[in-house]
């Protein structure tokens, strides 16, 4: 007989339900499915690792800041193609660019104007290109790295084709061609970062990034909190350089430009993903 004032699998207390199983989910319920439902509340955000939330506040920017540290590397490995073999020339870092632009002009040897200038103008038309984009696709940011970074593979691989058989340093109209391909792609990079806009991850400035990095940090007596986050910048960039470098010199240019294809195709599958999510870090306000 069952005690008075309960009912079957009801608390005494206005008849709410009892707990079931030591209070874990009711038995029609596995955990899987649990977490299917929790993941249903947030647009099926995918689950962060926790050293995600330590790179940034994980509520404002999701997995974004993994997405933007992949296109740093692929900076790397992009720039270093374009300074070793296509003549003392880079493709996303502009101030760098600006800088050798002027030794060209001040009749350093090695160097070479027309170079300079087509990065630039290339980048900016790329740039211009993310910027309308961003305008187009403001609402969500994951979407926006979706079809952003979408687009940058096609032009990486379009380039990586046009260096098909080149050698080291690629001469001629070839030469012209993968810059243009290669600044038009880094300069939408760069747009659709700033319009994404994860602090410290401009995904090719590191001279603010570093600075902050030693003006922020605890011996200087600041808070020293976006210490992993910086520092992740720097090591992305380097490692980036480092291979594009090693596979420029030791084998070609097109083995680095393959590398960074492959690389940033998968950071657009893992957008793909991330596109989808409903959460309050991916999609912005009317």
């Given at each position: 007989?069952?005690?008075?004032?309960?009912?079957?699998?009801?608390?005494?207390?206005?008849?709410?339900?009892?707990?079931?199983?030591?209070?874990?989910?009711?038995?029609?319920?596995?955990?899987?499915?649990?977490?299917?439902?929790?993941?249903?509340?947030?647009?099926?955000?995918?689950?962060?690792?926790?050293?995600?939330?330590?790179?940034?506040?994980?509520?404002?920017?999701?997995?974004?800041?993994?997405?933007?540290?992949?296109?740093?590397?692929?900076?790397?490995?992009?720039?270093?193609?374009?300074?070793?073999?296509?003549?003392?020339?880079?493709?996303?870092?502009?101030?760098?660019?600006?800088?050798?632009?002027?030794?060209?002009?001040?009749?350093?040897?090695?160097?070479?104007?027309?170079?300079?200038?087509?990065?630039?103008?290339?980048?900016?038309?790329?740039?211009?290109?993310?910027?309308?984009?961003?305008?187009?696709?403001?609402?969500?940011?994951?979407?926006?790295?979706?079809?952003?970074?979408?687009?940058?593979?096609?032009?990486?691989?379009?380039?990586?084709?046009?260096?098909?058989?080149?050698?080291?340093?690629?001469?001629?109209?070839?030469?012209?061609?993968?810059?243009?391909?290669?600044?038009?792609?880094?300069?939408?990079?760069?747009?659709?970062?700033?319009?994404?806009?994860?602090?410290?991850?401009?995904?090719?400035?590191?001279?603010?990034?570093?600075?902050?990095?030693?003006?922020?940090?605890?011996?200087?007596?600041?808070?020293?909190?976006?210490?992993?986050?910086?520092?992740?910048?720097?090591?992305?960039?380097?490692?980036?350089?480092?291979?594009?470098?090693?596979?420029?010199?030791?084998?070609?240019?097109?083995?680095?430009?393959?590398?960074?294809?492959?690389?940033?195709?998968?950071?657009?599958?893992?957008?793909h993903r991330i596109a989808r999510s409903?959460?309050?870090?991916?999609?912005?306000?009317?």
């Amino acid at each position: 007989m069952e005690a008075p004032g309960r009912e079957r699998g009801l608390t005494a207390d206005r008849g709410r339900p009892g707990p079931r199983h030591g209070g874990e989910n009711p038995p029609d319920m596995s955990e899987s499915d649990a977490d299917v439902t929790r993941a249903d509340a947030v647009g099926r955000a995918p689950r962060a690792a926790p050293w995600v939330g330590r790179l940034a506040a994980y509520a404002d920017h999701g997995p974004l800041p993994v997405v933007l540290l992949g296109l740093t590397v692929v900076t790397g490995v992009v720039d270093a193609v374009s300074y070793i073999a296509l003549g003392h020339v880079f493709v996303a870092n502009m101030t760098g660019n600006v800088v050798l632009l002027g030794f060209a002009l001040a009749g350093a040897p090695g160097l070479s104007v027309t170079a300079s200038l087509t990065a630039m103008a290339a980048f900016l038309v790329g740039a211009a290109i993310g910027g309308a984009l961003g305008r187009r696709i403001a609402h969500h940011r994951g979407a926006l790295a979706r079809t952003g970074i979408a687009a940058e593979v096609v032009l990486l691989a379009a380039a990586f084709v046009a260096a098909l058989g080149a050698g080291e340093p690629i001469t001629g109209s070839r030469r012209y061609a993968v810059i243009v391909l290669l600044a038009v792609a880094l300069g939408g990079q760069n747009a659709v970062a700033r319009r994404i806009a994860v602090p410290d991850l401009t995904t090719t400035v590191l001279t603010l990034t570093l600075t902050a990095l030693a003006a922020d940090a605890h011996f200087a007596g600041g808070p020293g909190s976006a210490s992993l986050r910086r520092i992740a910048a720097v090591a992305a960039m380097f490692a980036g350089a480092l291979a594009g470098g090693l596979l420029t010199v030791h084998a070609s240019p097109a083995a680095a430009l393959a590398l960074a294809t492959a690389t940033a195709g998968a950071i657009a599958l893992g957008a793909h993903r991330i596109a989808r999510s409903r959460a309050g870090w991916a999609v912005r306000g009317p």
